[in-house]
């Protein structure tokens, strides 16, 4: 595992909202749920995304879009346009209303009208610190124009949109997992990009290695020495590359790292003590732990766990903790 691949454990489709609508102007449908991560792409055809409070985007065949909520955004024939908004969400989005293609009540006949447009979206669900560390990598939106490994995905997305048959919703799942990934893959490394500093430290042999072992190991008794051994450089050689790439030295990145797995552990279903999170994540005792764990996120492991991750009345100002509940 690396950083980058890292993150999409706590990201997984899994009876994902799909529609697909084939629209002939004007028309206007209004995204109301506010997803934390949606995807958009137009299969033929043109139109514009608007999200609340940005720029409008104009998405043209084979495009694809990436809108980070919790914003509510619009898909238009043109800006401006006098069509009445239909609502789109959840509300309308369960099988119940008819199948995959069919659940937010947008698709008619006008597939082979001239000028017709077609819109598939997904919207994808983001939970937990390790999907709060993905967004915080992303921009508010994101286009991806047809190219590559992305664009050969969302081929396959609109042919089995376009089916009904046993297991589609996995498929779909399935597919939405991987075009999130090729399309963030894609578009941190277009050329001009701007990626986080760990994703483009991947490329460095020396750093990339320690990052892979880090994300790999993340419980080993690491030291500096320890890790420069495995990466085959000195203990200031990989010092000095780690920070100058990264933006930060090894252990700092890897005590981060663990306290972002610890507290999904913490709010996580399995119901783990204090001491097993300690432990899972590279801990020898709880008390060693906590004080990691608060100094980093500002509370301790046993508010954290009690507010669901939430804000605590009394965090300290600049906290994390602080920081969510503005």
Known sequence: ?????????????????????TLTAPWSLRFVDGAPLTLCTVLDGAGWIV?????????AAGDMLVVRGPARFSFVDAPGTA???????????????????????????TADRPGSTTLVTGAYPVTGEIGRRLLDALPDVLRLAPDGTADAVRALLAAEVAVDAPGQQVVLDRLLDWLLVCTLREWFDRPGGAPPAWYSAHRDPVVGHALRLLHEEPAAPWTVSSLAERAGVSRATLAKRFTELVGEPPLTYLTGWRMTLAADLLTGRDGATVAEVARSVGYSDAFGFSAAFKRVRGVTPSDFRRTGGG???????GSPAAERSG
């Open 1 to 21: 595992m690396d950083a980058f691949g890292d993150l999409f454990r706590g990201v997984r489709a899994q009876g994902s909202l799909f529609g697909s609508s």
């Open 51 to 59: 999200p609340d409070g940005r720029p409008a985007e104009h998405l």
């Open 83 to 109: 069509a009445e908004p239909i609502e789109c969400g959840e509300s309308c989005a369960v099988p119940e209303l008819g199948g995959t293609q069919h659940r937010l009540g947008w698709h008619d006949d």
């Open 311 to 317: 804000p605590v009345a009394g965090s300290p100002p």
